[in-house]
């Protein structure tokens, strides 16, 4: 099924949304094998699509933006032991990252154990400026940018 979806974002040129969180092994192969049949982006240059919910390494993150896609830095990335994602967040390029919200799940630190909502990527954006040394305002430009530009 997920090769079909990848053929029709390819015929439409549309980008996809991604959710591997423990399937990295099983699914980075194939989004390879993709991007390479796309030469790494959609018609214009755009990106191929987001990793949504993004939840493995730095390295890992530099491998999937090698291959064309953005990584989405969801509000877990409040959380304490969040230290992994907060890793990608300071390291990745501002201009291959999204923020999400994944919700109902993943409520930033504030909020944990309550329902999570839209309104709360303030809080992923001002832990992003402060792990990067930016201003909430900088992160919130480049991260919408690179929304619209995702999304054509």
Known sequence: MLLRQLETARRTGKPVAIHAREAHDEMYPLLETWSRSLGGALPGGRPLGVMHYFSADIDLARRYIDLGFIISIHTSVTHPKAAMLQRVAREAPLASLVIETDSPYGAPQRYR?????????????????????????AVAGATTENALRLLG
């Open 113 to 137: 154990g309550k329902r999570n909502e839209p309104a709360f990527v303030v809080q992923a954006a001002e832990t992003v400026a402060e792990l990067r040394g930016l201003t909430i305002e």
